[in-house]
């Protein structure tokens, strides 16, 4: 048993690592673009509704005061937003792999 065990946490890691990797790259590109052609800027805010909870969760929990209210529940909750959904991800694809077999 202890090696279906750790295949499960392999998979989970690998799954994990994967959605990481794709919102991180689209955050990236999507700024770049909204850096390069301006009317691209739609995209970062799409990112912004995506990230939403995290974005809020992080300001509400931070009690943050003034001008940092404005830009490091943004900044944490990006990063925070990608790792939540990337373990939500890879435990919900790991569940439907093990349903499969």
Sequence with gaps: MPSNTSENRKLVLKYFGFAAAIQTSV??????AAWILPSLGFLLVAGFYFYAP?????SVLG?????SAMIWPILLGIPAGILLYSLIFALALNRRRKRRI
């Design 63 to 67: 009690s943050f005061s003034g001008e």
């Design 27 to 32: 955050c990236l590109l999507s700024g770049l």
């Design 54 to 58: 995290t974005i809020l969760l992080i």
